[in-house]
């Protein structure tokens, strides 16, 4: 083996993962263009809303209302080292809506949505129902992807504003309950202290989020190798991919909304 | 150009390899409009590749394909799909969506679109042709049986009445009886629609009532075509062996 053969294995995986983010970017594209035209799936992307959007709030719920509770207990605890016990309701808040509410529910969304919709599309690659589609002249990126891709877009930002909301409220009950605070000025702390750009970061977060998790699950899905170990494969990456890359946006947008 | 000598698909010199795996090695195959052609053929020897090359499904490596005198690649996709009805080797029915809705598939959306309840008429009445009663309509495919689900792909293919079928091992996985029904139904299709057909079949009695003309896959290429009235009195080694299911012979047995 030469001296060089090394430096060669590190320019392979780089050209690699260039072509890995060219070819998603490709799909996204084309994606996205089927959104907006003709013909439209209607009960697809009713069907897609509900699974997506509906069928995932109690799992977002109670992910919310812990992760608040629990907020709440630390920043209590945390802060009478230095005497700042009242500022619960402030950093719970915050915490929630520009941070945690987001990537909590977009994590959420990648283990339940990502999965199922790879799983569903390496299924039917694997099974020749994408190639019967195409043959009942039907564009399973339009059939398939699009609508999906859309109720991603759409719903996720709404979930993000309900787990928002539910985790404030999870610090709150805590800190009313065992905390010795005073509900009404609980409340009145935190809506005061919100200010509009962290609710918008949080639903511009969700909606990319959103927008992550469906199209890794549609894309590692559409691109399947052959037999159960693809469905498999593909299910495993879409995951990793979702969680990997919402993490690594949630990072980019919280630099561009905060480090002005 | 489309007058009816125009041969309705003509395949010249189709090939297509997977990786080192040359499954096509240059592909010949003229099939008349309204006749019923079938591939025979060792299993793996690439007889749902070629199908899925006409379709557009796989793309060929080299040669070319021409549906009704037009290459494959002219002309809008659509209009060149809903020329088409197929049945695939594993039926491939929608799981997701009921038996009727399945069969009506394109009945339901797209350039053939009609209203709900036709569909569902129409497809229903697809379904009894293809020997299913009514109430299977509103099952699921994962509900039936394997030789029912072949079935529901079937009737899917002829839903909307096109011009040229492609049937996958039509027959396998049913009794004899139900063999019976669905290879009268084939050339139903073929003597009273005028349909154009190819289908591929292991099952020699099949083959018996099914084809006009015959064609024989191995090794890439296509060994022997010709009527199926010469079928038996041909020559070709490959093709007596294949025909009549003998161990010994020049096709190793295993592959
Ligand atoms: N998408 C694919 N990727 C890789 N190899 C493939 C693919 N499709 C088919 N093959 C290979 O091509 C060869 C021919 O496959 P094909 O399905 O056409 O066989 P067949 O003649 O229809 O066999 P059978 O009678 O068993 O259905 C097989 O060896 C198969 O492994
Ligand atoms: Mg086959």
Known sequence: ?260 | MTNDATPMIALEGVSKSFGRKHVLRGVDLIVPKGTSMVIIGGSGTGKSVTLKCVLGLVEPDAGTIRVDGRDMHEGDRDAFLARFGMLFQGGALFDSLPVWQNVAFRLLRGALKRPRREAREIAIEKLRRVGLTPDVADAFPAELSGGMQKRVGLARAIAADPEIIFFDEPTTGLDPIMAGVINDLIREIVTEMGATAMTITHDMSSVRAIADHVAMLHDGVIKWTGPVSEMDSAADPFLQQFIHGRAEGPIAAVR
Not at chain 1, 83 to 90: C, D, N, T
């Open chain 1, 1 to 260: 083996m030469s001296l060089t053969a090394p430096l060669g294995l590190i320019g392979r995986s780089v050209l690699r993962a260039f072509a890995g983010v060219g070819r998603v970017a490709i799909f996204a594209a084309r994606a996205a263009s089927h959104i907006f035209r003709a013909p439209f799936y209607g009960r697809e992307a009713l069907n897609a809303l509900l699974q997506i959007g509906w069928l995932s709030l109690p799992v977002v719920g109670m992910t919310a209302l812990f992760t608040g509770g629990a907020l709440a207990l630390q920043i209590y605890s945390g802060g009478a080292r230095f005497s700042a016990e009242a500022v619960v309701p402030q950093i719970v808040a915050i915490g929630m809506v520009r941070e945690l509410g987001p990537v909590l529910v977009g994590l959420m969304i990648a283990a339940r949505v990502t999965s199922s919709i790879a799983a569903e599309i390496a299924t039917m690659k694997v099974t020749e129902q994408i190639d019967a589609l195409v043959t009942l002249s039907t564009n399973p990126m339009k059939y398939l992807v699009a609508p999906r891709l859309l109720a991603g877009l759409v719903v996720v930002p709404l979930l993000v504003g309900v787990g928002d909301v539910i985790g404030i409220f999870g610090g709150w009950f805590v800190a009313t309950s065992s905390l010795g605070f005073n509900p009404a000025a609980y409340l009145k702390n935190t809506l005061d202290f919100l200010e509009p750009l962290d609710v918008i970061s949080s639903l511009v977060k969700g909606c990319a989020f959103g927008g992550i998790a469906a199209l890794m699950g549609c894309y590692h899905g559409m691109h399947s190798g052959r037999g159960a170990q693809g469905v498999g494969r593909a299910t495993k990456g879409s995951v990793e991919a979702a969680a990997v890359l919402i993490l690594a946006a949630n990072f980019l947008l919280t630099g561009v909304f905060f480090s002005i």
